[in-house]
């Protein structure tokens, strides 16, 4: 495994009892990514990000941080981590001033006007105990306290799910804001597809414990379309088409979603099922729901 990359995991493979949840899972992050990781609830990605923090040791196979094994991270590489938890493990009878006063108190380069600065653009009541707040507050500290170290690697899992969808969009390009400024790695989890479309750069899209597909975000969008094939006679069968996710066939017409798609391939594609084609282009919730079904 090569050192070039933030993070990096090799067949990495997880059971909890006689369930196997990542299935020869093999990923990369290259420096100043913002990778979105997009799957179903229960696809495997919070045990993805267990293991790639050391939280849990893979069955076989790899997984590294900076070079190092996930499982015996040095101290000088955890420094370099910030992590935001799907389920935060605040102490309710502190307020959230204390919560960053106490974390600022291990950091000689805590970044005081940085978190001073979103704090007052995400309406962050530091002055109320944790414990009173609600989930979209208490995930907001909790990503205070992973940034104010200017992480080199910042971890989120579900960053979002609490806050209302007006908030939710100015916390995500805030966080887009801050990536691009700094230069630093983010890798966040979420099943909401708008989210990662919105932000990332690439993605990684978990299904049922194995990686259906991992890339730049727009070379995706690009190489998958959907193409809607119309015959003079009734299709008989699906067509069988290389690459094909998702197909539908109705009377004459049958609807395909296609991946690795190249242009020159649509006369391939009416010479071989002698119907005429048309090609659209697909979000990413499409592509989605085209590897889910």
Sequence with gaps: M?????????????????????KGVTLRASPGTVVGLLGKNGAGKSTLFEVLLGFATPTSGEARVFGEPSSRLSAACKARIGFVAQQDELM??????QHLSLAASFHASWDHALIQRLAREWEVPLDRRVGVLSGGERQKVATLLALGHRPDLLVMDEPASGLDPVA?????????????ESGRTILFSSHIV???????????????????????LDHLKESTVRVVLRAERDF????????ALHCQVQGSSASLVLRDWTPDMLQQLEQQTGARGEVTPLTLEDIFLAVHS
């Design 2 to 22: 090569s050192d070039e990359y933030v993070v990096e995991t090799r067949d990495l493979e997880k059971d909890a009892g006689s369930r196997r949840i990542l």
């Design 92 to 97: 309710g009878l502190m307020t959230g001033a």
């Design 168 to 180: 939710r969009r100015a916390f995500m390009v805030t966080l887009l804001e801050i990536a691009a």
């Design 194 to 216: 708008s989210d990662i479309e919105r932000i990332a750069s690439h993605v990684w899209m978990l299904r049922e414990g194995e990686i259906a597909w991992q890339g730049e």
């Design 236 to 243: 008989a069968s699906p067509p069988q088409v290389a690459g």
